[in-house]
């Protein structure tokens, strides 16, 4: 017997990349905000494409297998990319969408406005301190300079540090279309201190005490 949407356990993919482990989709479970955003996805394609959506799971054994093959894949998807995803499928086409073009659309989401892997070295290569408040053209250019190194990045000639800038570059494309948010770093106000005047009395022995070190 199928295992309802809801039975499947909710854990979240940051826990295993935040361990430094490669994350495989298959060993992944669900978040409750995955089976929400699943749900509503079906939901929304029921609407748009009644006749199509209604040959392609006819009953609602197949529909419930559908919504766990979906949710499967796009496990490593953001709940928020696969509602927007959706969204955008529905409007381009005029065909039931399949998992893997919602898989293509999320990814799309998630590296909007990231530069080519080329420019984003140079943009690196270039820059200066404070790097963390620089004006990037996207937070992963500074991430991925950073986990380059920036003295490596500067020392060493670009047949050394391209692919190594490349590798963590691809790394972190991989990481926000899994869902993760990269931001730069927050400036620290500087807090102001007041000085409190000494007293009269304190200034006195304070004097006293200096007078007394340098034996005057």
């Given at each position: 017997?199928?295992?309802?949407?809801?039975?499947?356990?909710?854990?979240?993919?940051?826990?295993?990349?935040?361990?430094?482990?490669?994350?495989?989709?298959?060993?992944?479970?669900?978040?409750?905000?995955?089976?929400?955003?699943v749900?509503?996805?079906?939901?929304?394609?029921?609407?748009?494409?009644?006749?199509?959506?209604?040959?392609?799971?006819?009953?609602?054994?197949?529909?419930?297998?559908?919504?766990?093959?979906?949710?499967?894949?796009?496990?490593?998807?953001?709940?928020?990319?696969?509602?927007?995803?959706?969204?955008?499928?529905?409007?381009?086409n005029?065909?039931?969408?399949?998992?893997?073009?919602?898989?293509?659309?999320?990814e799309?989401?998630?590296?909007?406005?990231?530069?080519?892997?080329?420019?984003?070295?140079?943009?690196?290569?270039?820059?200066?301190?404070?790097?963390?408040?620089?004006?990037?053209?996207?937070?992963?250019?500074?991430?991925?300079?950073?986990?380059?190194?920036?003295?490596?990045?500067?020392?060493?000639?670009?047949?050394?540090?391209?692919?190594?800038?490349?590798?963590?570059?691809?790394?972190?494309?991989?990481?926000?279309?899994?869902?993760e948010?990269?931001?730069?770093?927050?400036?620290?106000?500087?807090?102001?201190?007041?000085?409190?005047?000494?007293?009269?009395?304190?200034?006195?022995?304070?004097?006293?005490?200096?007078?007394?070190?340098?034996?005057?």
């Open positions: 017997m199928a295992k309802k949407i809801s039975d499947l356990a909710p854990t979240s993919p940051s826990e295993l990349a935040d361990q430094g482990i490669v994350i495989d989709r298959q060993a992944l479970k669900p978040t409750k905000d995955h089976i929400d955003a749900s509503h996805l079906f939901t929304e394609l029921e609407l748009a494409y009644h006749n199509q959506f209604h040959k392609a799971f006819p009953d609602h054994q197949s529909l419930t297998m559908a919504k766990q093959l979906w949710l499967r894949l796009l496990v490593d998807q953001s709940p928020e990319h696969i509602a927007k995803a959706g969204r955008q499928a529905i409007c381009d005029t065909f039931l969408p399949t998992p893997h073009s919602i898989r293509e659309y999320c799309s989401l998630a590296t909007h406005g990231t530069p080519e892997v080329k420019g984003a070295f140079i943009e690196a290569c270039l820059s200066h301190e404070p790097r963390q408040f620089a004006s990037w053209s996207h937070p992963i250019v500074y991430h991925a300079g950073k986990a380059t190194g920036w003295f490596f990045l500067n020392g060493q000639p670009e047949s050394m540090t391209f692919p190594v800038f490349e590798h963590n570059y691809q790394l972190l494309l991989d990481r926000l279309k899994q869902g948010d990269l931001t730069l770093p927050v400036a620290k106000a500087i807090e102001k201190t007041t000085s409190k005047p000494l007293s009269p009395a304190e200034q006195q022995k304070r004097m006293a005490a200096l007078r007394k070190q340098l034996d005057i």
